[in-house]
């Protein structure tokens, strides 16, 4: 029997854990490898990209040095002496630098300066085709360093050398006219560039800023427009950032809104009552030529993830500023960790709801105007307040400012429903804005299907949508003020007067004595205060009841109180004569209002039709209408002494004006000039548009318009108007009332404060009488 065989035992290697040891160490030994081989890889590239780059930059470099050595002016400061890039041959003088530009159909403008000493910014301008006013446009902008060869400092003559050129071309139409058709629904314009025509600098930020301006009459508005600049002193580079537009004819201007170091951009696109401004903030930003951007705060997309934060700045959007700020107030209370972008939304929506909220707390002479500025700032039961209260004759110009909504007031309606969809008031004036545009059967419609199974006071809707048409019953007012009646006069005698054509508004016991040798004054009534509101002529919706109509106007007119008129009358030598008449009784036809007064120390106030030329008609206020605005004047001259930039505007701006209305014969004339011939005029400032800030009213006599430039095609028209001439200008001097031209039917008597109001208004003389304007922040023009 075979012997098994036993089992063969392996030795066990003895440098089994120097070879596992091994093993690890060459993996980890590959690994490293690979890394080092990707980052040398990613080094590789990095250090490829930046030579191409380099590569790149010095050919760019190199063709500029070839063909514009100008372009690349700003490196010779990075340079030492030995090394500066001679550019010696472009350099010119100014006398060269403008012939040039002749030739090539251009013109120079006005040198404008830098912070540099050493370079200026040169506008340059190109004749308009076919045009009427304003006929050159910035083409072109350049800056100009002074050349620092020594060749050139022996010249008797500074030599520049041109180290940036930028085309410029006006904002489209479309762009320009936005607001407006926004605000109001209308052509949305065309694509075709609005010329622009000045550069002036942008003060009150730090760095060097410039706007270029453009103007552009569009209806009822004066639009400013433009672009906004940076100037790079240290790259003697300027660059073209935002464009810009404003309805209000106001410039953009540096406010501090948000509480940064750095002041905003504040832009005001307001139309209207309607409060809407554009707000940017400066940003560095690390580019070699351009070292700053604008960029616009905007209430999209919420800076804040929180959704009552996101619900407040829903509500700002649709236009309840005012309701969203105390949202948001409630809010920071909350958190008090605010984001800074978050802080700016927040900013720029408490500018908007101050501009409501001040608006909403004026006193306005239209119901209208009154009724708007509290539903804009969300103020609906004053608003339904205001609108109760409004004269029965005011509720189609109601009506008519809730159609010519474009869905601004909708907005605010539909937002106030979402927060509390049970407010009466809301609910009431989302049946009168659909009631104004769609009729009574949308409104009702709308309140049916949209508060289905909820409480709806339909009986008070009802009767305001009545008043709305005009259908509540007239009420005898309460007679609790005195008597603000303006208007103009004339002479009667006793004869011409026929009592069966007046209502005498005296007691039984005061009645008409027509007397052989009685003279009387008989004064068309221009404006009235009835207790709430002033009242302007034409009355044709003044409803006189059918019982009483004479204790009606007694009460109307507040002739209860007050029956007393003040007269002045001018002479033909300009002497001015003043008297007291009562008035005995009114007279009302086709919305013509009469009265006839009783003098008590009569003076002749009757003119002839040549008279009419040298001196206004009579006038009768009662004591209590108007209060005289009368500041110290000052002069142009002054004003330029003052303020140069401001000064110069102005000059340039009524220059302009009397060429435009062909008071004097249109030349090119230098700014010295306009202020040698200009400078002694005198000029008052006032501020008449509410905003805060003097309007410029210049008055000025035919003599001194005549002066100017005498021409003999003027001077030999006969029957021409001698009485002084008034033009306004607004604080961005904008031509916002004139009765300057030979033709003008109207002269500015003076400028007062009327009673029960806000804002100072225009008395103006026409061929009809007398009529009171006052500036309308809606329209932006005098109504």
């Not at 609906?380 to 010519?404: G, H, T």
């Amino acid at each position: 029997m075979a012997t098994p065989r036993k089992p063969i035992k392996k030795p066990f290697p003895k440098n089994r854990n120097a070879r596992l040891v091994k093993r690890v160490v060459t993996n980890t030994s590959q690994v490293s490898q690979k890394k080092s081989w990707r980052l040398t890889s990613f080094l590789a590239i990095v250090i490829l990209f930046l030579l191409t780059s380099l590569v790149i930059g010095f050919a760019w470099i190199s063709f500029l040095f070839i063909f514009q050595p100008q372009q690349i002016a700003w490196i010779n400061k990075l340079l030492p002496q030995w090394a500066q890039i001679n550019v010696s041959s472009e350099a010119q003088t100014i006398t060269q630098i403008e012939a040039a530009l002749n030739k090539l159909g251009l013109q120079k403008g006005d040198i404008v300066s830098t912070d540099d000493a050493d370079s200026f910014l040169l506008p340059v301008y190109k004749q308009r085709l076919n045009c009427q006013s304003d006929c050159k446009e910035i083409v072109e902008l350049r800056v100009y360093q002074q050349a620092s060869d020594l060749e050139f400092r022996s010249e008797p003559e500074k030599h520049y050398q041109l180290t940036t050129q930028i085309a410029i071309a006006g904002p489209e139409e479309s762009f320009v006219i936005a607001p407006l058709v926004n605000a109001t629904n209308e052509n949305q314009g065309s694509s075709i560039s609005l010329p622009v025509t000045e550069i002036s600098r942008l003060e009150g930020a730090s760095g060097t800023w410039y706007y270029l301006l453009g103007r552009r009459q569009e209806g009822t508005y004066n639009i400013n427009y433009g672009h906004i600049l940076y100037y790079n002193p240290t790259r003697y580079h300027i660059q073209q950032l935002i464009s810009w537009t404003s309805p209000t004819g106001e410039l953009p201007q540096w406010q501090q809104v948000t509480g940064n170091s750095n002041k905003e951009l504040v832009i005001n696109q307001t139309v209207g009552l309607e409060p809407q401004l554009q707000v940017y903030q400066v940003k560095s930003v690390k580019t070699f030529l351009n070292p700053v951007e604008l960029n616009e705060i905007t209430l999209k997309p919420p800076a804040l993830k929180d959704s009552s934060y996101e619900k407040a700045l829903s509500i700002a959007r649709s236009g309840l500023w005012t309701p969203a700020y105390d949202w948001l107030k409630f809010i920071k209370k909350q958190k008090k960790n605010i984001p800074p972008s978050a802080q700016a939304q927040i900013d720029v929506i408490r500018m908007h709801s101050q501009i409501s909220k001040a608006q909403a707390a004026t006193t306005w002479a239209s119901p209208s105007q009154q009724v708007l500025a509290n539903l804009i700032d969300g103020r609906w039961a004053k608003a339904l307040e205001a609108f109760k209260a409004a004269p029965l004759q005011n509720s189609k110009e109601i009506s008519q400012s809730l159609q010519a909504d474009s869905g601004r007031l909708w907005s605010r309606v539909e937002a106030a429903l979402q927060v509390n969809p049970n407010r009466e008031e809301v609910q009431a004036w989302g049946a009168l804005i659909l009631a104004a545009q769609y009729g009574d059967t949308r409104a009702y419609s709308w309140l049916k299907e949209e508060f289905k199974g909820k409480q709806v006071n339909l009986a008070s809707i009802q009767v305001l949508l009545k008043q709305l048409k005009g259908e509540a019953t007239t009420q005898l007012p309460t007679a609790t003020h005195a008597s603000k009646i303006i208007g103009s006069v004339q002479s009667v005698e006793n004869k011409q007067v026929n009592l069966s054509d007046w209502l005498q508004i005296g007691t039984e016991n005061s009645t008409i004595n027509l007397s052989n040798n009685q003279k009387w004054y008989q004064v068309k009534v221009s404006a009235f205060y009835d207790g709430k509101n002033w009242l302007k002529a034409p009355f044709t919706t003044l409803n006189l009841p059918a019982v009483a109509p004479s204790k009606y106007l007694r009460s109307i007119l507040g002739l209860e109180n007050d029956a007393t008129l003040q007269i002045a009358a001018w002479q033909a030598n300009g002497e001015q004569q003043s008297t007291t008449a009562t008035i005995k009784a009114v007279q009302y036809k086709n919305g013509v209002l009469h009265l006839l007064a009783q003098p008590d120390n009569f003076i002749n106030v009757s003119i002839s039709n040549t008279s009419k030329l040298q001196q206004p008609q009579a006038l009768a206020t009662s004591t209590y209408a108007l209060e005289w605005i009368q500041p110290t004047p000052t002069t142009l001259g002054q004003l330029q002494t003052l303020d140069s930039q401001r000064g110069n505007t102005i000059l340039k701006a009524i220059w302009r004006a009397l060429q435009t209305t062909n008071s004097i014969k249109k030349s090119n004339v230098n700014i010295q000039t306009i202020g040698q011939k200009l400078g002694h005029w005198p000029v008052q400032e006032i501020d008449i548009t509410g905003n805060g800030k003097p309007e410029i009213v210049l008055t000025a006599t035919n003599e001194a318009i005549a002066s100017l430039y005498p021409d003999p095609k003027t001077q030999n028209k006969k029957n021409v108007n001698s009485r002084p001439r008034t033009l306004i200008l607004s604080d961005n001097s904008s031509i916002i009332y004139t009765d300057f031209g030979l033709n003008t039917e109207q002269s500015l008597i003076a400028v007062a404060n009327l009673s029960q109001t806000s804002l100072p208004s225009l008395l103006i003389e026409n061929a009809n009488g007398y009529s009171l304007k006052r500036w309308s922040q809606k329209n932006q023009r005098f109504e």
